[in-house]
């Protein structure tokens, strides 16, 4: 593909027809220079050909992979490109080969955070860019196709059974979203407020209406200690853990205090440690939860 004919005529295109900030066109024919896009002025080619000589892993996952790159780098102007190999986005594919390493890694490494502007690194958006490569990290490295997982990663209709229910201080709310989108991305069924809840729903009611089909409860000691209504919900799920053994995870969360001491009930509990997690403690935990359910089953 001559990469500038092709994106001149681009430009006319989207000239006439601009109705969104970003513009990204997929292709399978190849670059002359073996790239995988290039772009300016917010329009950006994606050339995707020869997928499946350089991975083995679903092309979907790809594109997520290289869309979340061009808005970090382009869009939100996070670190700069690395000439070599090191499993941040920013790596700069001279071997187009290492796009599989990269999406099973999938991260924003220290020194690029660190050449990023702290506004940036606190907005919204980057958030959920960091999130969606945890989720491209956690299907890639189980060679799953995110488009397969997505309706994991929906809210629960009424009446489904929950696999674990998200006890959490509101206040560490951002962090406690990112864990239940990164559980849902493995096929895990959450209960977590902001989606089984509708407008106007008393959370207390709901959750002791659902409360018989959860099998495990998370409680999620951060920052911000306990919330008005953790202890209650808390003694709730004791009561169904005497009843029906019901799995109680205590999951440290980034933030929450070196030594946390945790309530009397809990220090019975093997604790799950994120803080700093290479990803081997979350796969535990969604380890016990998968067996939770299949006991329940």
């Not at 690029?112 to 860019?129: D, E």
């Not at 206040?171 to 902001?194: C, H, Q, Y």
């Not at 306990?226 to 029906?244: A, L, S, Y």
Request: hydrophobic share 40%; charged share 20%.
């Amino acid at each position: 593909m001559d990469y500038e004919e092709e994106y001149e005529a681009l430009v006319q295109l989207v000239a006439h027809k601009k109705s969104s900030d970003i513009s990204i066109f997929l292709t399978s024919v190849p670059f002359e220079d073996n790239f995988f896009y290039k772009g300016q002025d917010n329009i950006y080619l994606v050339s995707l050909s020869g997928w499946h000589h350089l991975t083995d892993l679903p092309i979907a996952n790809g594109i997520a992979y290289i869309i979340t790159s061009i808005l970090l780098k382009y869009e939100l102007d996070v670190g700069d490109n690395h000439d070599v190999s090191t499993g941040c986005i920013n790596d700069f594919m001279w071997d187009k080969s290492i796009i599989d390493a990269g999406m099973r890694a999938a991260f924003v490494c220290e020194h690029c955070r660190s050449n990023t502007k702290a506004t940036v690194l606190t907005s919204k958006i980057f958030r959920h860019l960091i999130s969606v490569l945890d989720i491209i990290s956690t299907q890639s490295r189980r060679g799953h196709d995110m488009l397969e997982e997505i309706v994991s990663a929906l809210p629960s209709l009424p009446g489904t059974a929950f696999d674990i229910f998200l006890c959490h201080n509101s206040s560490d709310k951002p962090a406690v979203r990112l864990l239940n989108t990164r559980l849902k991305a493995t096929g895990i069924k959450t209960w977590f407020d902001e989606e089984a809840l509708l407008p106007g729903q008393v959370w207390q009611d709901e959750l002791e209406r659902q409360i018989g089909s959860i099998g495990a409860c998370a409680v999620i000691v951060g920052p911000n200690g306990e919330g008005p209504w953790q202890e209650n919900e808390r003694r709730v799920f004791i009561n169904e853990f005497i009843k029906r053994s019901c799995l109680i995870v205590p999951v440290l969360i980034t933030g929450a205090s070196a030594v946390p001491t945790l309530p009397l009930f809990l220090q019975q509990f093997m604790w799950c440690d994120l803080r700093g997690d290479d990803g081997n403690q979350f796969d535990r935990l969604v380890q016990s939860i998968r067996m939770r359910r299949h006991i329940s089953v």
